[in-house]
């Protein structure tokens, strides 16, 4: 049987047949990466990695996440308290766009990336209050320039961690699969 089916594929028509198969998959998977992992285009080329490198604590920039729901992006009054003092400031093509929303007070635009919809509940202040490292979910911002969602925030994703979290917790586990807990 299986030799039959060897002997199969390697006829052309076989070898057709495995390549369209292989095509098929890897468009598919193509597809999927462009989906979530397209970084969208910002107002401001913004590199995570120089500023992660630099020592800057996400939480100096995102400080919402400790606090309550949303992590937060800075405002532009903040990113200029720094660079009004950088000497690069002054020549980066990179930076012109920041220099000009302060000179006009026209506030910069994000798009936004990581992202759940409307009628499910997230707060960041119990995640990090938990222990979790952003890291967990967003992945390694060290390593990114412009942000984009390296997980597809979907139920799974929220499920899976609960109730590895819960554990041998029955109570626990109950509350975290809980639909109330998320959608209300
Ligand atoms: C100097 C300020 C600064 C620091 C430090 C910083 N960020 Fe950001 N972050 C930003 C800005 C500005 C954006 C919006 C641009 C973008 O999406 O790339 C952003 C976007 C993000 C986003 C995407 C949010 C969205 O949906 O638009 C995530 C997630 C994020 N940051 C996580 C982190 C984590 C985790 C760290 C620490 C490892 C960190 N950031 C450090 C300024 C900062
Ligand atoms: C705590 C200080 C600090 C804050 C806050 C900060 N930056 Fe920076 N940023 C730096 C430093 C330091 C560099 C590296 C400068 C160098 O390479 O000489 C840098 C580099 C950059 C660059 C790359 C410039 C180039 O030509 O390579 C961009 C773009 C940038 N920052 C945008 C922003 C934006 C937008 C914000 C606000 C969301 C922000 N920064 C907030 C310190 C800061
Ligand atoms: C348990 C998973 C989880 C952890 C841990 C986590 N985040 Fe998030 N983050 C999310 C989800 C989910 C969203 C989308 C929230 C929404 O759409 O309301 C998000 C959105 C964001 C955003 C963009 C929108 C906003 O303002 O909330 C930023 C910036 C961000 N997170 C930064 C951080 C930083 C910095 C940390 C660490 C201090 C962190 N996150 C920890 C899951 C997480
Ligand atoms: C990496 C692990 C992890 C992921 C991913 C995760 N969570 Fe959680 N979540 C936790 C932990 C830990 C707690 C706190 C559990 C406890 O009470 O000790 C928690 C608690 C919660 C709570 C209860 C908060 C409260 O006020 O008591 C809600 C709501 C919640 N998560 C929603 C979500 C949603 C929505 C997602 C997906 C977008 C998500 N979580 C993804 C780990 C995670
Ligand atoms: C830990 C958080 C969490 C819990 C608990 C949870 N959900 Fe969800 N749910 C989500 C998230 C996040 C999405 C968004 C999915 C997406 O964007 O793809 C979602 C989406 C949905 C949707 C929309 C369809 C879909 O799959 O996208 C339905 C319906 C739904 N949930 C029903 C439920 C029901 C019923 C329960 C209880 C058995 C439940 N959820 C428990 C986080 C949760």
Redesign the pocket.
Known sequence: MIKRLIDWLKQPLGLIAVGIALLAVFSFAAYGISLTQQPPEQP????HQ??VA?G?QCLY?HPGAAKGPAAGI?S?A??W???NQ?A?TET?L??AP?KQAVLSGQPLEWVPVAQVPDFVQFNHRAHVAAGQNCENCHGDMSKVTIAENPQVFNMGFCLDCHKQVAGDDHEKLVKLVDCGTCHY
Not at 44 to 47: G, H, K
């Open positions: 401001v080329q913004f590199p120089t500023h630099f800057i920039c800075p532009q903040k990113c308290a720094c660079h950088i690069k980066s990179l930076l920041l």
